[in-house]
């Protein structure tokens, strides 16, 4: 079995940072070796990664995203082999995509196109939640086989889009009961989607077509409104665990903050484009520029009433937001985001992050906006524990695999389509942004996929992750 060393580096994990060395035999991390140790026991590794003056952290965990995902009539612009490369040079070595059943398709079929489309083609380690589009008898019966036989342990239901993904309160009661018998973790969009519809024509038919109003027509206050609803489901079903995906308001936050303050098992997350953009900055520069960041939730206006950013920032350091996605749903601006020129309802919703995440959280870091062990705990570890896949993921202890970052902290990175950036676009959402600090060398399962600014992974690598329960449960 080959023998890799990692030397001189400073190991980070969410209670702290260690100077050792990390040990690693074929696929998994065998040993943490004191300094001058695995010299004093006469280790022969076949490869030597000097990370001194680096930081050594397990490789990224992104549980939210959507790679070739119809939607709007189009599909997100990643494949599963171009998304995970992308991600690899982002030093994310897991992916949890969204397998989808929409209303009157078979559970069962959707899950097995997902295999389909992901199997042989991952650079890194895949797991699946499902998305449940059609609540009924028959789905309802699907999530416990999911559970029980394919490793698929959480469940996706929409508040929103009505008449494409979106559930009804009684469906979601419904799922909600169905979880807290087989133990499965529901995901929930949290926007009151009737009520955004309304909005939405009054806007188009007042001439109101441009990008911004994408975000003007979903106001916080929905978002906060269907937070609490599915809060209060979730009760009502027997404190089955609820996790609030892609949280863009300070209304939803209070709302979780809330639960969790009175032992409920609801988790939440957020994603970088809520943290970092804003309406004026962002969704309303000239012309239709703004069709990039068209992603709901929507991203927030500096002048509402709450700050959002700080607030999700302040939420994230005291753990009423437990992790940190993308919901990476790539479109291109050309034959993609332009269905959408003259009405910005029919823009495709979603933004491309997978390989940014570990870069721009690092940037938060540096802000003074979160700890390194939490930006270690968000992005990695937590994730991991949320979704069943500790500790196998997620840390890096002797048996876990070795998915490894290695990150330089003294490296700067330049994001933009012409600077850094491998996902399949025509453009970078993230254009400009500059990181202090940079991806240094990526493992998974004991496999180097970058080093020296060069991908060496291949495709076929990645393989799929059967999951166990939520691991933090009352
Ligand atoms: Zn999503």
């Given amino acids: 079995m080959a023998k890799i060393l990692i030397k001189n580096g400073t190991v980070v994990s969410p209670t702290g940072r260690h100077e050792v060395d990390v040990l690693i035999e074929g696929e998994t991390i065998s040993a943490l070796l004191q300094r001058g140790q695995a ?6 590794a076949d490869k030597v990664i000097d990370a001194k003056g680096k930081y050594v952290v397990p490789g990224g965990i992104d549980v939210h995203t959507h790679m070739e995902l119809p939607f709007g009539g189009t599909s997100a612009s990643d494949t599963f082999e171009t998304g995970t490369i992308a991600a690899a040079w982002g030093g994310v070595t897991t992916i949890v995509d969204m397998a989808l059943q929409r209303y009157g398709e078979n559970v069962h079929e959707g899950l097995a196109e997902w295999h389909r489309k992901a199997g042989g083609n991952c650079a890194v380690d895949y797991a699946f939640h499902q998305i449940i589009g059609g609540v009924d008898e028959q789905s309802l019966k699907d999530m416990t086989y999911l559970v029980d036989h394919e490793g698929v342990t959480s469940f996706k239901l929409f508040m929103a889009y009505p008449g494409v993904f979106y559930s009804d309160d009684g469906q979601i009661l419904r799922a909600m009961q169905t979880a807290s018998e087989n133990g499965a973790t529901i995901m929930m969009h949290a926007e009151n989607g009737i009520a955004i519809d309304v909005l939405v024509q009054q806007h188009i038919a007042r001439g109101e077509t441009d990008p911004k109003y994408h975000s003007i027509s979903r106001p916080s206050l929905l ?21 609030i995906v892609h949280m863009s308001a300070s209304e939803a936050l209070e709302a979780v903050a809330e639960a969790r303050n009175d032992g409920m098992n609801v988790f939440a997350e957020t994603c970088p484009q809520y943290l970092y953009m804003t309406l004026e900055d962002h969704l309303a520069q000239p012309g239709f520029e703004g069709a990039k960041y068209v992603c709901s939730p929507p991203i927030r206006s500096k002048h509402d009433t709450h700050a959002h950013h700080s607030d999700l920032w302040k939420g994230l350091r005291m753990n009423e937001l437990a992790v940190i996605s993308t919901d990476h749903c790539p479109f291109c601006m050309k034959d993609q985001k ?15 992050g997978v390989e940014h995440r570990m870069e721009l959280i690092y940037q938060g870091v540096v802000q003074g906006h979160l700890s390194l062990e939490r930006w270690v705990e968000t992005c990695c570890t937590t994730p991991a524990r949320m979704f069943g896949m500790y500790p196998q993921k997620g840390i890096i202890a002797p048996g876990a695999d070795a ?16 600077d850094k950036h491998h996902m399949n676009m025509d453009h970078s959402s993230w254009e400009g942004f500059k990181i202090d600090g940079k991806v240094d ?24 992750i059967k999951r166990g329960l939520c691991q933090y449960l009352n």
């Fill in 39 to 44: 010299e004093a026991i006469g280790v022969s």
């Fill in 338 to 352: 332009e269905l959408g020129l003259g009405n910005f309802a029919k823009i495709p919703n979603g933004m491309g």
């Fill in 441 to 464: 060398t990526v493992l998974s399962r004991g496999t180097v996929l970058v080093e020296n600014d060069t991908y060496l992974g291949r495709k076929g690598h990645g393989k799929f």
């Fill in 403 to 418: 998915d490894i970052l290695v990150w330089d902290p003294n490296g700067k990175t330049t994001i933009g389509i012409n």
């Fill in 223 to 243: 978002e906060g409104e269907a937070t609490n609803r599915a809060i209060v489901l979730s009760k009502v079903a027997g404190n089955v665990p609820l996790y």
